[in-house]
């Protein structure tokens, strides 16, 4: 890209993160300012040093499960579909 492409991107970027990272967990790594792969190591580390537990988690079976609920619910992606599936999640024990 020329310089003026570069310059146009990180102005676009910059904007973007400001409205989108407040959205974010707090250990969430992945593309965000500030945050790397060795970060999000070091806080594994940590934790696995402070608990005396092991969670096993089917990522790839909870999107399955997101997406279901999404569905039934009527609603696409976005603050209202969160809200909705976040309160499933907290009510239920079957899921």
């Known amino acids: ?3 003026s492409d570069r310059i146009a991107q990180t102005v676009v970027r910059n904007i973007f ?7 974010f967990h707090p250990d969430s790594y992945a593309y965000r300012a500030g ?3 060795l970060d999000a190591i070091r806080t594994t580390r ?3 040093w402070r608990f005396n537990w092991v969670l096993e ?3 790839k079976g909870a999107f399955g499960v997101v997406e279901r ?3 039934e619910l009527g ?4 603050p ?11 009510t239920s024990n079957n899921l």
């Open 69 to 71: 609920l999404r569905n």
């Open 1 to 3: 890209p020329t310089v």
């Open 80 to 90: 209202e579909a969160e809200d909705k599936i976040f309160k499933l999640f907290e």
């Open 57 to 59: 988690f089917d990522i």
């Open 17 to 23: 993160e400001k409205q989108v990272e407040p959205f």
């Open 75 to 78: 609603v696409k992606s976005g």
């Open 35 to 37: 945050k790397s792969a």
């Open 46 to 48: 940590q934790r696995c």
